[in-house]
Structure formats: C-alpha cells, structure tokens
C-alpha cells in the first residue's frame, strides 16, 4: 500500500462497517464520512483491498442503484444480500424506508 491508502482505506472500512443492516450509503457519501470527499470513486478499490469481510452490499451509487449490470451475478449477490436485510427495491432502485421506531419523525410539533 501507498501512503494515501494507508490513511484511506482504514476510513473507509470504518465508516462501511458501521452500516446498520437494511441502510445503504452511496460511495460519495461513504468517501465524505472517511474524511475524503472527492474521493468516491476509490471507494470500490479500498473495500476489495480490506483484510476482514465488510457489508459491502451496503454500498450503492448515489441514485440508489446497484453499481453492477442488472443480471450479473455479482448483481443477483448484492440484491439478494440487500433484500435479505429488509430492503426494498422499486424496479432496480432502492426504496429507502425509515424504521418502524422513528415516530418522532412523522409526528408534527414544536421542537423542545
């Protein structure tokens, strides 16, 4: 490893580690949170580089699709893994669904 991928790559297995099953993040968006915002699409790399397994199904493109050709078997493995954990899909893009403990965020007041 070089020196960039030694500070980027430990981020990145960090934030992709703590997805929570059934939530996605988009590979910017997991570039952002390691502290590398211009650096999405370096994301694929590092997670191939990782030593451990990571839930590398958790991450989309930033539309919310699959980043592989529908069909292909590496498709068929991230959406089945994807489906597995609750998430839904609207054709080939992913539904986001808010959990069932999150009525603060539907009911309508003022804020404390």
Sequence with gaps: MNRFQD???PRVWEVVASIPPGRVMGY???ARAAGFPRYSRMVSASLGRSPEPLPW???VRSNRTLAFEPGS???REQSQLLKQEGV????LKIIEVEPDDS???ILWGPQD
């Design 88 to 91: 839904r899909f609207d054709g």
């Design 73 to 75: 078997s590496a498709y």
């Design 103 to 105: 009525l603060d965020r």
């Design 57 to 59: 199904h958790r991450v």
């Design 28 to 30: 910017g968006e997991v």
């Design 7 to 9: 500070k980027f790559d």
